[in-house]
């Protein structure tokens, strides 16, 4: 466990956008979490990575990140594409019961308290980063 739980850390993970990253993805997300004494979290931050991951890596080509962050007692799960275009969550969540695409984004709505995505081309750098936030608590 950390020495001061309270201080602000971050990591990110670039990895290629090959299905095998989703998993690479996960693991290192728990091991993280364990690391620093927020293993409670690891089964609900693994879900809604995967489903962020899985999107930059199904619907864009190039690079992809994992970023893990956590600040102020909130755990911020993102996914950094080089795509800038914006996610594309169904309009109507009621109707993906049956629907075979776009049930990620309802489960990330579902189990996050916050989500949304940014283009970084303000920042001066390509592409988006989508991102949710847990309570750390």
């Given at each position: 466990m950390?020495?001061n739980?309270?201080?602000?850390?971050e990591?990110?993970?670039?990895i290629p956008?090959?299905p095998?990253?989703?998993?690479?993805s996960?693991r290192t997300?728990r091991l993280i979490?364990?690391?620093?004494g927020l293993?409670h979290?690891?089964d609900?931050a693994e879900?809604?990575a995967s489903?962020?991951i899985s999107?930059?890596?199904l619907?864009?080509?190039?690079?992809?990140c994992?970023?893990?962050?956590?600040r102020?007692?909130?755990?911020?799960?993102?996914?950094?594409?080089?795509?800038?275009?914006?996610?594309?969550?169904?309009s109507?969540?009621?109707?993906l019961a049956d629907?075979e695409?776009?049930r990620?984004f309802?489960?990330?709505?579902a189990?996050?308290?916050?989500?949304?995505?940014?283009?970084?081309?303000?920042?001066?750098?390509?592409g988006?980063?989508?991102w949710?936030?847990l309570?750390?608590?």
């Amino acid at each position: 466990m950390p020495e001061n739980d309270c201080d602000p850390w971050e990591y990110s993970l670039y990895i290629p956008t090959e299905p095998r990253s989703v998993t690479v993805s996960r693991r290192t997300l728990r091991l993280i979490l364990t690391l620093h004494g927020l293993a409670h979290l690891a089964d609900t931050a693994e879900l809604l990575a995967s489903e962020l991951i899985s999107n930059a890596v199904l619907h864009t080509k190039g690079p992809a990140c994992l970023r893990v962050r956590h600040r102020a007692g909130v755990l911020q799960i993102g996914a950094w594409d080089a795509d800038p275009a914006p996610p594309e969550p169904p309009s109507d969540f009621a109707e993906l019961a049956d629907a075979e695409n776009g049930r990620g984004f309802a489960l990330v709505r579902a189990c996050s308290d916050l989500w949304g995505w940014q283009p970084l081309s303000r920042l001066g750098l390509r592409g988006k980063l989508v991102w949710c936030e847990l309570p750390a608590a």
